[in-house]
């Protein structure tokens, strides 16, 4: 019998060990509803957090200090006091950088297309390949598209998978009457997201995307000037991507999570390094000129 107990111990604490893929802060405002009852907020945080956070979404066993620090952030305009809601819903996920205790952003994004039926206390439910509500299909393919990012940054094309479970999401709500999913809405939703990112024509983005990362802020730690080298060779392979289709929004959205930190990496560079540098980011986010300027101030 005790051998039978200590067993059973061995495997909830070695289940213990292991978690989830997601850590996932979530936050509801509603401060432009007017009602007196907020618990239905409360409930829909508490939802949305579980489903990020409790759902299995890759085979992988990720250890607890291993999982992908996220925040997503929905704030609720206009509600029916029913089960209709309409809003925004933003979206970031960090990754760290080896041997410090920086976190580089991923993505930054803010989906103004995002509407959704929510009952109290009703639980999420998802099937892949199925659309079963608006609400559900969009926390998974952001959960998809955070999961691909984050392995895209640690492996040449790592989130392959990942990306095609994102794109067989959009798929799955082409029928559906919610905004965001159709190619024909605008250029910059979840559809041209994940379009990009398995574009073969685009592929050196998510080479970029690994160089940046790997190849570059891995190493600062240890080597600044290969890091920087890294960095350059990685922003190179984007614009590249960008050559392809100005205007790609896959770049845009790159540009909006690393514009500043790019600006700190390279200030201290050498002129020719800095130089090469700002024309480059210059080519592929134009509107940000002036701040890729102050790179080329001096230290």
């Known amino acids: 019998m005790r051998k039978f107990i200590l067993a059973i111990f061995a495997f909830i604490l070695a289940t ?33 957090y579980e489903f990020m956070n409790n759902r299995r979404w890759t085979g992988y066993e990720f250890q607890i200090e291993e999982k992908i620090e996220c925040s997503i952030l929905l704030t609720i305009s206009t509600w029916d006091n029913i089960e209709n809601f309409t809003g925004t819903i ?14 580089t952003t991923l993505i930054n994004y803010l989906d103004k297309d995002f509407s959704f039926k929510y009952v109290s206390g009703q639980p999420l439910d998802f099937v892949e390949n199925t659309f079963t509500s608006n609400l559900s299909a969009v926390l998974a393919y952001y959960a998809y598209l955070i999961i691909g990012l984050d392995f895209d940054s640690f492996s040449e094309y790592g989130g392959e998978e990942y990306f095609n479970k994102a794109q067989a999401v959009v798929n799955s709500a082409q029928s559906a009457p919610d905004k965001g999913w159709r190619a024909f809405e605008n250029q910059k939703n979840r559809y041209w997201i994940v379009e990009n990112l398995l574009n073969k024509s685009y592929q050196d983005f998510r080479s970029g995307i690994y160089h940046y990362h790997r190849m570059g802020m891995d190493l600062f730690a240890d080597d600044a000037l290969k890091a920087r080298a890294g960095i350059l060779e990685g922003i190179t392979r984007v614009q590249r991507a960008y050559r392809q289709k100005p205007g ?13 930190e ?16 700002v024309n480059i980011l210059k080519s592929i986010d134009p509107a940000n000129s002036s701040k890729y300027n102050k790179i080329l101030s001096e230290n």
């Open 16 to 48: 213990s060990l292991h978690a989830q893929e997601l850590n996932c802060a979530v936050q509801i405002n509603s401060s432009q509803v007017q009602s007196s009852d907020k618990t239905v907020f409360e409930n829909l945080q508490k939802t949305v």
């Open 90 to 103: 933003q979206v970031q996920a960090r990754r760290p950088v080896y041997n410090s205790s920086y976190s």
């Open 248 to 260: 790609l929004f896959i770049v845009s959205l790159f540009m909006l999570a690393k514009s500043d």
């Open 262 to 277: 790019l600006v700190n990496v390279f200030k201290p560079a050498p002129m020719v390094e800095k130089t090469k540098a």
